[in-house]
């Protein structure tokens, strides 16, 4: 079991109910089979071809490690529409045989909502090490992705991702790649500001309520959702923000920040890393709330463990120009 998932000693109390969190989507969300239209036949089927230019990656509005360093110029690229899907990770299984890691440590994180007495006695108690957790069986055994093609994959490691990369002939995106393509233009919002759109309404999967106990499910889901159930940025790409955290091919640097955003108690949750530099992984999750993580902006960014497969970290790749 990585030292990350060990228990620690801790406190936090909330006085909501808990409800357990599923995988559930929307009644209107798009149903479809998880392959981009000229899967198997086009280089870059479910891609779309990223201009390039130069702007400022970071904000000066967010976390510490996000400060902006100075101006980036990225050359044109292309970059998967939505994250890799179930769906297309199968078909790279089927072909070449990969067995993941999670498959070959036989277990992986997964996120359980806790009752309150574990919260009390260990914070980071949403996160079971759970044995025969792996993509095809995300929230372990019992659980499974059919009639989930086209949600992201999950339980994989860095590794893992450019492993399915390799075998398109595409890599994992930078992080000025990754955040060019999830700004499409724009400037990147306060740290408080949530997801949604100009009618209120929730733009991106995040945790809505209090994290970790409620899910008001504003959004419709429980859980991670299929790919493209959220309005697409200005470059047509969708889930940018939210969903699932996305491995890029870049390390962590910079001080490594409190998910808590200033909450002393949602802070002690905070997982500490096994030695060595951590992966880089950007977009925030369905886990993202306004009292924990924060991190549902192109700005943000948050050191991931390369070998350690969870519930909430999938990737996209992308390809030279």
Known sequence: MPASLQRYPGKLAFAVLAIVAGAAGAADCRRASGLPEGWGRDAHAGMVRIAGGSFTPGSTAGYADERPAGAVRVKPFWIDRTEVTNAQFAAFARATGYVTDAERAGAAAVFKVPPEAELNARPYAWWVYTKGADWRHPEGPGSTIGGRENQPVVQVTQADAFAYARWLGRTLPTEAQWEYAARAGRSDAALDRAPRDKAGKPGANFWQGVFPSLNTREDGHLGRAPVACFPAN?????????NVWEWT?????????????????????????????????????????????VRYRAAARHPQEANLPTAHVGFRTVSAD
């Open 249 to 293: 091919r870049d390390a962590y640097t910079g001080p490594r920040q409190p998910h808590g955003n200033g909450d002393p108690f949602a802070s002690v949750g905070t997982m500490p890393l096994q030695p060595g530099t951590p992966a880089l992984i950007k977009g925030g999750s369905f886990l993202c709330a306004a009292n924990f993580c």
């Open 234 to 242: 200005g470059f047509g790409l969708h889930d940018m923000i939210g």
